[in-house]
């Protein structure tokens, strides 16, 4: 079983930036080959962020967030955490974490292809 647990989320003004956080626990090492982010505003449908490489430690960034998101992995602590810069109100969202195996050349924008999830940690940014 694998277990993604976020934190991190916070009500922030514009400009400023969050850190946020997924620790995963899983009973077997090879169980995931993915850490994405995706977040999910209100009456919209939910999108992908960023995600990482498990194996690797390679980051790939929707664009729309590039330049903005760093993805980065702790492999001791089998964290992921997500850094935010310069957010806007438009960033206002429940991020969540997601986790799957995949094979290789696999889309990473489709939240109907991971199979385990966080219970979210809701960004809030005031103009």
């Known amino acids: 079983q694998v277990r993604l647990v976020e934190s991190g989320g916070a009500s922030v003004q514009a400009g400023g930036s969050l850190r946020l956080s997924c620790v995963t626990t899983?009973?077997?090492?090879?169980?995931?080959?993915?850490v994405a982010w995706f977040r999910q505003a209100p009456g919209k449908l939910r999108e992908w962020v960023a995600g990482i490489f498990v194996h690797t430690s390679v980051p790939v960034y929707a664009d729309d967030v590039k330049g903005r998101c760093t993805i980065s992995r702790d492999n001791e602590k089998d964290e992921v955490t997500l850094q935010m810069t310069n957010l806007n109100p438009d960033d206002t969202a429940m991020y969540y974490c997601?986790?799957?195996?995949?094979?290789?050349?696999?889309?990473?924008?489709?939240?109907?292809?991971?199979?385990?999830w966080g219970q979210g940690t809701q960004v809030t940014v005031s103009s």
């Open positions: 899983r009973d077997d090492p090879t169980s995931i080959s993915r």
């Open positions: 997601a986790a799957g195996k995949f094979m290789s050349g696999r889309p990473w924008h489709k939240p109907a292809d991971y199979p385990y």
